[in-house]
């Protein structure tokens, strides 16, 4: 199977300041990362996604970046905003079907 | 936002009663996905169906039935469910061979007394 693992479970910045969510995979054929940001009541949503032909990539504030070597990528968000608040997962998928999924990082922008 | 839905968004059920989730995609997708999301547990894959074929069942107890009659409609039956069974179950649908990225519905809230 796969192992996901998110850290940290919780994060607290002030407004402006840049945050950092790190995942670990164990199965070296997992081939594609999704992100997902949950509001409070609300569907998870994709917010960026990386595949394992590359190494980084960023949509305005917010950035993955992928270790395909040491099993491990990274959710950078910088400058960030209020309603960045919120529960971010990472996922790893395999073959043609399997998703496996972090525990989830609750993010708080203080303002 | 309306690309997936589901029906209800609540649902109160003693342990003796029988209902069913539906969910529909609007999304032209050939997977649907159904998903358990308790408390501090990452989302918990249950079923999967590909090309109205279902290609996985994770150990999942049989008090919960998924049917998939066409490639936008999914349901999960349940009955005679537990206390334990409470929580967010999440309905997502893909295209699969084709970005692999995945799409949510708004999920329906169960609480089973």
């Known amino acids: 199977g796969e192992n996901v693992e998110q850290h940290p479970s919780t994060l607290s910045v002030q407004e402006g300041d840049s945050a950092v969510i790190k995942c670990t995979y164990s199965d070296s054929a997992s081939n594609y990362f999704p992100w997902y940001k949950q509001e409070l009541g609300k569907r998870p949503q994709l917010i960026i996604d990386?595949?394992?032909?590359?190494g980084e990539k960023k949509d305005q504030r917010i950035a993955v970046t992928l270790n395909k070597t040491a099993k491990h990528f990274s959710l950078h968000i910088t400058e960030t905003q209020p309603e960045d608040s919120a529960v971010y997962f990472c996922a790893a998928h395999k073959g043609r079907n399997q998703f496996y999924f972090g525990t989830g990082t609750s993010l708080t922008v203080i303002p | 936002e309306t690309g997936v839905t589901q029906t209800p968004r609540h649902l109160v059920m003693g342990m003796t009663n029988k209902k069913s989730l539906k969910c529909e995609q609007h999304l032209g997708h050939n997977a649907m996905y159904w998903y358990k999301q308790s408390a501090k547990k990452p989302l918990e894959l249950m079923f999967v169906y590909s090309l109205e074929e279902r290609v996985e069942n994770n150990s999942v107890p049989s008090r919960f039935s998924p049917e998939c009659p066409n490639s936008s409609h999914l349901f999960l039956h349940l009955h005679t469910l537990q206390p334990e069974d409470s929580a967010l179950y999440l309905c997502a649908s893909s295209q699969v061979n084709r970005g692999e990225t995945q799409y949510f519905g708004p999920g329906t809230r169960l609480l089973v007394l």
């Open positions: 990386i595949r394992s032909n590359v």
